[in-house]
């Protein structure tokens, strides 16, 4: 696209779709306005009409990545529904696998964009008004399927309380330990492996806390 043909914020548009695409490559010291100018062909003045400073077009990739979060997220959710269990009490189980399938995914296949969504420089993605919009929102979309097993009475109203950061805390560590940290030359199987371990410990965990009991042939891990 010319220079001359970006009108109506398709300028805006392009910078912010360069710098995602500069960012899955590259993570965070990838995005840089003045580069993304001349990438996108205009000057860096015109540029700046749309983003003032480097710090608005982190947070509008950051939630482009949230996005990306949500859908892998989503994506393992869908796998749940379309095996299917007529079991509610399962498939509410199965699901909180699923988003913390996908959430550890999203961060290891795209780990450019994944570090640009929670970059130091980024909070403004957690504006209120971003997150009302829950296809940016991985954390309401843990929240909603944390709910889930309270509504079935796997988790107690008392251990649900903060249940959030718990999830959260540990997907997110376990994909930084595999991202930046000595876990990084695991192979894949061993990594899933350990996944399944992490998962399968807060399982036993939210199942304790209404004393739940946990069938040895109780499939957790819902394969599609």
Known sequence: MSASSY???NLR???VEAAVEAARANGPDGVALRELARTVGVSHSAAYRHFSHRDELMSAVAVRAMAGLVASMQHRLDVVEQVGSADDVLRARRRLIAVGQGYVAFALGEPGLFRCAFAAKTAAVLDGDVLADQSVNPYGLLSE???GLVDVGFLSPEARVGAEMTC???VHGFSALHLDGPLGEVDD???DEALDH??????RSYAASTGTAIRPDDDIFARG
């Open 7 to 9: 009108h109506h914020g």
């Open 13 to 15: 548009e392009a910078l």
């Open 145 to 147: 399927t944390l709910d």
């Open 168 to 170: 959260w805390s540990a």
């Open 189 to 191: 199987v061993a990594r």
């Open 198 to 203: 992490v998962l399968a410990a807060i399982d």
